[in-house]
């Protein structure tokens, strides 16, 4: 994996939706900037300008409500994390999300889930609760719908 100027053999595999999803994981950079880390993201002008420099493997989109988009997407989890083989799979969804989990837990990847700021019960968010390692929420009121989950606070 490219580092972009890491010191660190810790491999991450960042795995978010354009648009503000996508923003709440690049706030998070003096956090993952210090490990090796590829994105996996939507192939759109936001992820293209803001990942510019990054290791990026585009995924099928739209994903709601979409099946043929949601197999390909885990077809892809399959070789992109059989590939990299990282050593944890961060992601803030939406359901770009969903098949990387499934298929990480199967490997037995770490998962972290960053539910996003702005809603306190999202689709992804429920999905991923029951398979991540951990799940981390931005408000108190996401703590009732996420059992188990930790308070960080807001990114954003």
């Known amino acids: 994996m490219s580092s972009g100027g890491s010191d660190s053999k810790a491999r991450i595999l ?12 690049l706030e ?9 880390r590829v994105w ?15 290791q990026v493997v585009y995924a099928y989109h739209p994903t709601t409500r979409n099946i ?3 197999l390909r997407n885990l077809v892809l989890a399959v070789g992109t994390l059989r590939r990299l083989r990282p050593d944890l799979v961060i992601s ?3 359901g770009v999300a969903y098949p990387l989990f499934l298929v990480a837990r199967l490997m037995r990847i770490p998962l972290l889930y960053l539910e996003v700021y702005d809603r306190t ?12 390692t951990a799940f981390a929420a931005q408000w108190p009121d996401q703590l009732d719908r996420y059992p188990g989950a930790e308070l960080v606070g807001t990114v954003l």
Do not use: M
């Open 121 to 132: 019960d999202t689709l992804t968010g429920r999905l991923c609760h029951p398979i991540a």
């Open 28 to 36: 998070l950079r003096p956090w993952w900037s210090r490990y090796q």
């Open 68 to 70: 043929p988009n949601a």
């Open 14 to 25: 960042l795995v978010a939706s354009t648009g503000g999803h996508l923003a709440q994981l």
């Open 40 to 54: 996996v993201t939507f192939d759109k002008a936001d992820a293209r300008s803001r990942l510019a420099g990054e």
């Open 92 to 94: 803030t969804g939406a």
